[in-house]
């Protein structure tokens, strides 16, 4: 499911159980993995993909007075919190009566979560409104088993100089790094979706790494442990 670009006049936390989830906003693209939450303040504009999601959200008052930011962020649940969102079902958006214990109970979840703020997990590219550097991001990551820095130029149309020179000003890294970041998610989105049905191996190979010793290495330094931890993780449920 496509959602369309739209925003929330409440901050928003989503919560996914199982599937994947991607929301693009006018500067970035964030994975929403299982076992993960996504946080999106009020009137941000953005767009969510959601591939087989069971998720829950948790929608705040602004009046609130969270100081919650402005951009969205991914955060790695803890158990508590995970827990309190999975309670927060008993008190649906609709409801019209005052519970006194309802307010007590947000207000709680409302505290941990920006706390929790502070430790989100970089599951983000940038994204660019500059036409080259958008087209060298779309090509880029519909072939990354195989790409390079100079297939990517031949196919846009530009010389390596003048794509590294555009890559770096506009999003701040370099087109390499863009190209490893941009196989490392797509290797969570596999390890999360496939289940036990493809192998470390297999997926190493699918996101264009040559060796499951180098995956490896390269997922362990982005994500904070193994391939086959990770899955293990996020495949628990």
């Known amino acids: 499911m496509v959602s369309g670009w739209h925003s929330h006049e409440v901050h928003q936390l989503e919560y996914a159980f199982e599937g994947i989830v991607h929301v693009e906003t006018a500067t970035a693209r964030y994975l929403l993995p299982p076992q993960q939450a996504v946080w999106i303040p009020a009137g941000m504009v953005h767009s ?4 087989n999601v069971k998720a829950v959200g948790v929608f705040f008052d602004p009046a609130m007075g969270l100081p919650v930011g402005d951009r969205v962020r991914i955060l790695a649940a803890a158990p508590v919190i995970r827990e309190m969102i999975l309670h927060a079902k008993r008190w649906p958006i609709s409801r019209t009566v005052q519970d006194p214990m309802a307010d007590t109970f947000f207000e709680a979840l409302a505290h941990l979560v920006v706390e929790w703020l502070d430790r989100e997990t970089p599951l983000c590219l940038p994204t660019s409104r500059d036409p080259l550097v958008a087209a060298a991001m779309d090509y880029t990551n519909e072939h990354l088993a195989e790409v390079s820095l100079p297939k990517v130029c031949a196919a846009i149309g530009a010389s390596e100089r ?5 890559f770096a000003a506009a999003t701040g890294m370099s087109w390499r790094r863009y190209h490893l970041e941009s196989r490392l998610l797509k290797a969570m989105v596999l390890l999360a979706q496939d289940g036990q049905n493809q192998n ?9 790494f040559q060796s499951v010793s180098a995956f490896t290495r390269a ?4 994500a904070g442990e193994t391939p086959t931890a990770y899955r293990q993780r996020v495949c628990a449920e």
Request: hydrophobic fraction near 50%; aromatic fraction near 10%; charged fraction near 10%.
């Open 162 to 166: 003048s794509l590294r020179r555009a």
């Open 219 to 222: 997922f362990g330094q982005y």
């Open 200 to 208: 470390v191996t297999a997926i190493a190979i699918a996101v264009g």
């Open 48 to 51: 969510s993909t959601m591939t």
